[in-house]
């Protein structure tokens, strides 16, 4: 398999749960770009529930911590998703490629957003004394 986005230190934001969700995503990220045709709309829809379960779960975190700026945060996700969406639509109709660089798109993003937007949610956890974890038992 070819690597398109590794794992790279700065992904870690020592926060266990996001850190494995986040590990997922990059696999995600990494499939996506090696999947053949014929099985892409099914791996991107794979990828989409993923990346709505992903989303859902940090919202979840930011309103049970009261994270100050969750609209920000809230909103960056519901564009993200909206996007996708899209393109699952057109990939539905036969643009494989569109798909593909999508998620080569998503590779800055995802630096981007887990460098300000995660860092700061999981720094905020931290300080509040919130566990995640604490919510799945």
């Keep these: 398999m070819s690597v398109v986005m590794p794992w790279l230190p700065q992904y870690e934001l020592g926060c266990t749960p996001m850190d494995d969700t986040h590990r997922e995503f990059v696999e995600w990220i990494n499939r996506l770009t090696e999947v053949s045709e014929g099985e892409f709309l099914a791996s991107f829809d794979q990828f ?15 309103e049970k911590s009261s994270f100050p700026p969750i609209h920000c945060h809230v909103d960056e996700h519901q564009r993200v998703l909206a996007t996708l969406q899209s393109i699952r639509r057109m990939v539905a109709k036969g643009d494989v490629a569109i798909g593909r660089r999508a998620a080569e798109e998503l590779v800055s993003w995802f630096a981007t957003h887990a460098a300000t937007m995660d860092t700061a949610l999981a720094v905020h956890m931290r300080n509040v004394g919130f566990s995640p974890a604490a919510l799945a038992a």
């Design 48 to 62: 989409l529930a993923h990346t709505v379960a992903h989303f859902d779960q940090e919202n979840l975190w930011m």
